[in-house]
């Protein structure tokens, strides 16, 4: 399909699901998950912090980690796309589903989620911290504010309120998105690799049951060759091409 049969698909769609990585926040100078880490955390793998061993072997180690993340997503901004995606729930009110392996909180920072739509946060949001042993989920303070490991208002230390490596998504959410992309007339695929699954799964369910699946990366990916469409472009650029 050519980007103007999509952007008409996508026009006519009642049902449109998304699915974003790493490279929609990118140009919000987040770095993407596989980007080489830099300065001091430049010798570790993400997979070396973003894990329960990692973190039950040295939890401060992880929350500094955290932390700096932490600090980041909150001095940056929605870019283009994470608003051009609000735009696009707006349009679309109950059909729109976004899931995002992100865990910035940028797409919910730019209303998507309160427009009519779904945001489903697949991996969690590092901008929460959740109690060790009741599993309630609190806001950390701002990043001035906040001690490292946090203590909830029960006592107990605090882990970041993410999906880790080994650890199962959220079910009801992880459930939801299959839903939405089973149901959906167009799906979007954008800012991913598509390295990690369940979630680099979504498009497939889209695509089983006859539906238009179009991805938005600069590079080619491992998904592409299973698309309907696949843009070589940034997030916001091709969500230009598509939304019109
Ligand atoms: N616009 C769109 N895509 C971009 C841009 C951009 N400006 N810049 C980079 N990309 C693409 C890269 O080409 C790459 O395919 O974003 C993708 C980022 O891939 P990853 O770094 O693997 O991030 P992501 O796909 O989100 O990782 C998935 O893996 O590590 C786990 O839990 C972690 O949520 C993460 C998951």
């Known amino acids: 399909m050519t980007p103007a049969e999509v952007r008409a698909a996508l026009a006519a769609a009642r049902r449109v699901a998304v699915l974003t990585g790493a490279g929609v926040s990118a140009e919000s100078g987040?770095?993407?998950?596989?980007?080489?880490?830099?300065?001091?955390?430049?010798r570790f793998r993400p997979e070396d912090l973003a894990s329960p061993e990692a973190y039950w072997r040295d939890p401060e180690l992880v929350w500094d980690w955290y932390?700096?993340?932490?600090?980041?997503?909150?001095?940056?901004?929605?870019?283009?796309?994470?608003?051009?995606?609000?735009?696009?729930?707006?349009?679309?009110?109950?059909?729109?589903?976004?899931?995002?392996?992100?865990?910035?909180?940028?797409?919910?920072?730019?209303?998507?989620?309160?427009?009519?739509?779904?945001?489903?946060?697949?991996?969690?949001?590092?901008?929460?911290?959740?109690?060790?042993?009741?599993?309630?989920v609190y806001p950390l303070p701002p990043p001035d504010l906040l001690t490292v490991p946090p203590t909830s208002p029960a006592g107990n230390r605090m882990r970041p309120n993410v999906v880790w490596f080994g650890e199962n998504l959220p079910a009801d959410a992880l459930a939801a998105a299959q839903d939405a992309f089973a149901a959906a007339d167009v799906a979007l695929v954008i800012g991913t690799s598509g390295a990690v699954y369940p979630a680099a799964g979504l498009a497939a369910w889209t695509l089983r049951r006859g539906g238009i699946v179009a991805e938005i990366n600069p590079q080619v990916t491992d998904l592409t060759l299973h698309m309907t469409l696949s843009l070589r472009a940034t997030a916001a650029e091709g969500l230009r091409a598509l939304l019109g």
Not at 71 to 99: C, W, Y
Not at 105 to 114: F, I, K, V, Y
Not at 119 to 124: I, V
């Open 30 to 42: 987040i770095p993407t998950f596989r980007d080489a880490q830099t300065g001091h955390w430049a």
């Open 67 to 136: 932390a700096g993340r932490y600090r980041d997503v909150t001095a940056a901004q929605p870019n283009a796309a994470h608003l051009l995606l609000a735009r696009l729930e707006r349009e679309k009110g109950a059909g729109f589903f976004l899931a995002t392996q992100n865990v910035d909180g940028l797409h919910g920072r730019a209303g998507s989620g309160t427009l009519g739509g779904t945001l489903a946060e697949l991996h969690g949001n590092l901008t929460h911290a959740r109690d060790e042993v009741t599993g309630e």
